[in-house]
């Protein structure tokens, strides 16, 4: 009762905030031109023969003083339950960083203009000890056009208590900058589809016998994964080599090669998805290489390692340098080795190229990480280690958004499958909303970065 009662005073607190606003009434269709403080005001103009075939565009400019901040904004009736979509087009000049500067905010309000509630499943309200509120929605930017305009879009399930949504057109910290908003509309549409995907991670060390018998050892394991229904099933770190008595630079192989065709052929056959990693020889350089087969048992893409520890650096291994996401029919899946669990920015970095599911072939490491490397991006992440249970280190899993373990491969040799629905986005406790939306437009620049 406590908690609810302080989420209603911050709530009240929010609201009170909100009520110092300045507004003008002078533009069509119901828009006002909206800044925190009248200090800060932006200027706001509506020109209606521009934009896209002629539609309107709305436009913010910002003089060369610093923290200016305005946006349009309107109110929409909406009912709770439905589906919602928005869409425009957005043309900024003189804005260093539009993802944070040239934004959409979409709040859900009640009938007295206050917020929400929202909802949540009623396991998460009795673990929290609360219901968190319905934070505000951000549309992801898409394509740009060779006119420069890009496409700003998002659907939304409104909450069961929502009467409205005030959709806001942004510029906010832009010196000298301008934004155009052009073909704003929002409007009910039909759901989304469920987006169910399996996900597997095996648990095994392979015995060493050969860089080939090490593959082989795996195929009755990929097969039970199968068996499982699943539709992705990730593999241990450089499994050809390990425990193999051979020097790094003799077993090396290209990719494609042995391993990823002997691999790929599995996950034709099992018709799923398979990551692994082995080590990638390049012309002189040999790296550390996470593997993405498809269930046509093509190579979708690969990974080199970024992140390396002491001892891969005193045997000569080169370190990657790209985060590259692969856009599959399961999801978007971004792929990280071992140490990489260590550092932050490698998941980070992963997330924002906008990977749903990030696995990660790993030696050993600790099991926190790996539950702050999928609480703090919201992912779903699969790891598939070397350490047994009873050393109460890291751990073949599948977590959560909320970096939680939801199924563990335990034994050796066992398969864990989840089940998990990548259309359902986790609204997290605290206001804080669902932060996987809301990061890509709030997270601080580090430079240099592009625009």
Known sequence: MKSMKKTAVSTFAFFCLLAI????????????AVTPRAEIRPAFSFEPEAGSKGAGCFVITADQRDGLDGWFQKSFAVKGGDFYRFDAIRKTSGVAVPRRSALV?????????????ADVPDQQVK?????????????????????GWTTVSGVY?????AARAVVELHLQWAPNGQVRWSN???????????????????????????PRENCAEYAPFIKAAAQQKANLVVLGETVPTVKVKQKLAEIAELIPGPTTGYFGELARENNLHIVLSLYERAGHLIYNTAVLLGPDGRLIGKYRKVCLPPSEVANGIAPGSDYPVFDTKIGKIGMMICYDGFFPEVARELSNHGAEIIVWPVWGCNPLLARARACENH??????????SKEGWMISAIYDQTGKPISQAEKWGSVAVAEVDLSRSYIGPRNLGDFRSMWPRQRPLVAPEAP
């Not at 905010?105 to 509630?117: C, I």
């Not at 399930?157 to 208590?161: I, L, T, Y």
């Not at 704003?184 to 050969?210: D, E």
């Not at 992912?379 to 047994?388: F, G, I, Q, T, W």
Request: charge should be neutral.
């Open 21 to 32: 606003v300045q507004a003008d009434n002078q533009f069509p269709n119901g828009w006002q």
């Open 105 to 117: 905010r979409v709040s859900w309000q009640n009938e007295a203009g206050r917020m929400v509630s």
């Open 127 to 147: 673990e929290l000890g609360h219901i968190p509120s319905a934070e505000p929605e951000y549309p992801t930017d898409g394509a740009t056009d060779p006119q």
């Open 157 to 161: 399930r409104a909450p069961a208590k």
């Open 184 to 210: 704003v509309q929002f409007g009910i549409t039909t759901p989304p589809p469920p987006r169910p995907v399996r996900l597997a991670t095996i648990h095994y060390q392979p015995k060493g016998k050969s």
């Open 379 to 388: 992912v779903y992440l699969v790891s598939s280690c070397y350490m047994e």
